[in-house]
């Protein structure tokens, strides 16, 4: 069956970084499975309505999904309002994403119906998250970056949140990257694009890159004007394949 009309939705508490508990949403398909792991990592707007129907868009192609709230800390509320409060704090430090993620890997390795396989899935600077998860932890199997900004970063825009380019932590990426850009964005743009693909196969590291003419930073979001339906469901097919190539049915 290649899509699942039934699956149970529902929100879990997590033991994130430094032992805060932080809430995270859930979907699963029906039946016993074993079925792949997928865990999400939310873009700067938030644990948002985008995300969360994400998370169930997983489950409905027989993925296992979960998408913590890492902006829980800043408070309840309407995400849009939550995440203009983080933007305006410069973001979350890299450290704490990757101890909330970690929680959200080991929630989803420890539930019976998963097949022992986890990737990573993230958009904008989830993307960019998913990286510098992969690059500094070893128990992920495969990694969706779609269009991660500032994998390429400045010395100037180094700041104790965010103490490392992702590019710079290529040597030790630890699963296969599916990359998905847009040649209008400028957050990536396509020159950080080459830049990052260059560092890719310098380290004979496993990855795919694909590329969208006629599309900019967010164009799989239906929701804004960004949205780009053709090369949308294109990459959501590149998505899937790639997932079940390296997460298995």
């Known amino acids: 069956m290649s899509f699942y009309r039934g699956m149970t939705c529902g929100n879990v508490t997590l033991k994130g970084d430094g032992g805060t508990p932080i809430t995270a949403y859930v979907a699963k398909p029906e039946g016993k499975g074993p079925f792949p792991g997928v865990v999400l990592i939310h873009h700067l707007p938030g644990w948002s309505e985008l995300y969360i129907e994400t998370t169930r868009r997983f489950a409905h192609h027989g993925f296992m999904a979960i998408c913590a709230n890492l902006y829980e800390r800043a408070g309840e509320g309407n995400p ?17 994403m990757v101890g909330d993620t970690a929680a959200a890997v080991a929630w989803m390795r420890e539930q019976p119906e998963n097949n022992g396989k986890v990737g990573l899935y993230g958009s ?25 900004g500032r994998v390429v970063m400045g010395p100037e825009e180094l700041n104790a949140k965010t103490p490392v380019a992702p590019i710079d932590m290529t040597k030790d990426l630890s699963a296969p990257l599916l990359g998905l850009f847009g040649n209008d964005d400028r957050a990536p743009s396509p020159e950080q694009v080459d830049q990052h693909e260059a560092e890719l196969k310098k380290h004979g590291k496993t990855y795919e890159f694909h590329r969208y003419d006629g599309a900019g930073h967010g164009f799989n979001y239906w929701h804004r004007p960004l949205y780009r339906p053709e090369q949308a469901m294109d990459a959501w097919g590149k998505v899937f394949a790639f997932f079940h190539k390296y997460l298995g049915k």
Request: glycine share 12%.
């Open 124 to 148: 904008c600077s989830g993307g960019r998250h998913a990286v510098i998860y992969a690059s500094q932890r070893r128990h992920v199997d495969a990694v969706v970056d779609m269009w991660g």
């Open 80 to 96: 849009d309002d939550v995440a203009a409060k983080v933007r305006a704090e410069g973001g979350i430090p890299d450290s704490q």
